[in-house]
């Protein structure tokens, strides 16, 4: 197995993959002690079974830069598989800003083909490759050098392997006539607004359990500043402070360090320098916040009338619907979605683009009255009224 040292050794590669109709793609990175994804190895194959045809590119080589894999995937006369991709294409983002295209993910064409609402990797080995996946090297350090051989062999499988099964996905998706479902799909990947992590939104994330508006907007400052610090210091987001640490100083409001000290889940080192000042004037910020810029939370779900009779039939359709067109129901709708669309809402998902083809037109119709429902053995027949 080669390993690509030299930014002219990934140019000889990518020139030679622009021959072909694809190329396949997986990283190996670290991220447990940073904000930021750290790219630690990028795998790459052509179509076909020699050794020239699959590569690891070792970005952390001294002579290397990944320029000349931008380029590739700036050329959308070769396709651009991976598995999973959300993770991947936002470190090529961040430090390239650049997305593959055209992109092609497995994990969401299997999952439009029949494959499951869980479609894994190692799944879609053993099904269509019908090779088992050695686990033995997933959690290890990808950043040490050397890597071993038993880390290089595991690395390069998850783009050996993904050639076969771009290749039988690809060719069910032009039989069955559903490429468009999953180009649909991937848009939300390449853009970019997907990978802007906007410190003055982090508190949308946070669970809480009053929705207070005061409340929130101590919660929305801590969250903001925890964010800000995290990406400016590059280190993960709860190394700053938990989440259940940044709802309990939302809650106590703390207005001095000696107040600090006395917080049961605040880690030690938040409680002096940086992050302690920083805590502090987030909190009053919080408490300052006019009440005409304080958030609000988004009630409109609160507020719906849910027809339970209704959305348990839209549940039942669903199924119905997704088993017979062999996709996977979590692809169409949460159940959340069902319960607004049972609710009389109709800016939902699941009444869109394919799912309406899918789905969201029979479901508009059962809510009309136009749809029912009746039980056959072990199926459900859909009837016209």
């Known amino acids: 197995m080669k390993t690509l040292t030299t930014t002219q050794e990934l140019q000889d590669f990518c020139e030679t993959a622009r021959t072909h109709a694809y190329v396949t793609v997986d990283t ?17 194959a052509m179509p076909g079974d020699t050794d020239e045809t699959a590569v690891l590119v070792d970005p952390l080589a ?17 396709v651009k598989v991976f598995h999973a991709a959300r993770q991947d294409l936002e470190i090529f983002w961040v430090e390239a800003g650049v997305f593959p295209k055209p992109l092609f993910d497995t994990q969401v064409a299997a999952m439009v083909c029949g494959f ?5 990797y190692e799944t879609l080995v053993r099904k269509i490759v019908h090779q088992p996946v050695d686990k033995t090297s997933r959690f290890t350090d990808w950043s040490r050098r050397p890597l071993s051989d038993a880390q290089k062999t595991y690395a390069l499988a998850d783009v050996t392997h993904l050639r076969r ?8 998706l032009d039989k069955t006539g559903r490429s468009h479902w999953v180009t649909e799909e991937l848009q939300i990947l390449t853009d970019p607004a997907t990978y802007d992590i906007r ?8 669970k809480t359990r009053t929705n207070s508006a005061k409340f929130l907007a101590v919660v929305r400052e ?16 709860n190394r700053v402070y938990k989440d259940d640490a940044l709802v309990e100083l939302a809650s106590v409001k703390p207005r001095t360090h000696a107040d600090l000290g006395g917080l049961r889940l605040l880690l030690r080192e ?13 909190i009053k910020r919080g408490i300052d916040c006019p009440p005409g810029d304080m958030p609000q939370p988004d009630r409109s779900r609160d507020k719906m009338q849910v027809n339970p009779a209704l959305a348990d039939l839209l549940r039942v359709l669903l199924k119905a619907k997704t088993e017979s067109a062999g996709v996977a129901a979590k692809l169409i709708a949460p159940s959340a979605d069902l319960d607004a669309i049972a609710a ?22 059962l809510c009309e009255g136009k749809l029912a429902l009746a039980a056959k053995g072990q199926s459900v027949r859909v009837i016209e009224v």
């Open 28 to 44: 190996e990175f670290l991220r447990e002690r940073t904000y930021y994804s750290k790219l630690c190895l990028v795998q790459l």
């Open 62 to 78: 001294g002579e290397m830069s990944l320029e000349p894999l931008y380029d590739l995937f700036r050329d959308e006369s070769v």
């Open 116 to 120: 499951g609402d869980q479609a894994g």
């Open 165 to 172: 099964i771009y290749e039988h996905l690809a060719a069910e």
């Open 199 to 206: 410190p003055e939104e982090a508190w949308r994330r946070i």
């Open 222 to 237: 801590l969250a903001a500043f925890r964010e800000s610090y995290a990406q400016d210091n590059n280190v993960p987001r």
């Open 270 to 282: 938040a409680r002096r320098g940086a992050i302690a000042d920083g805590i502090l004037a987030a």
């Open 344 to 365: 009389g809402m109709r800016d939902v998902p699941a009444l869109k683009g394919w799912r309406h083809e899918v789905f969201g037109a029979d479901a508009l119709r």
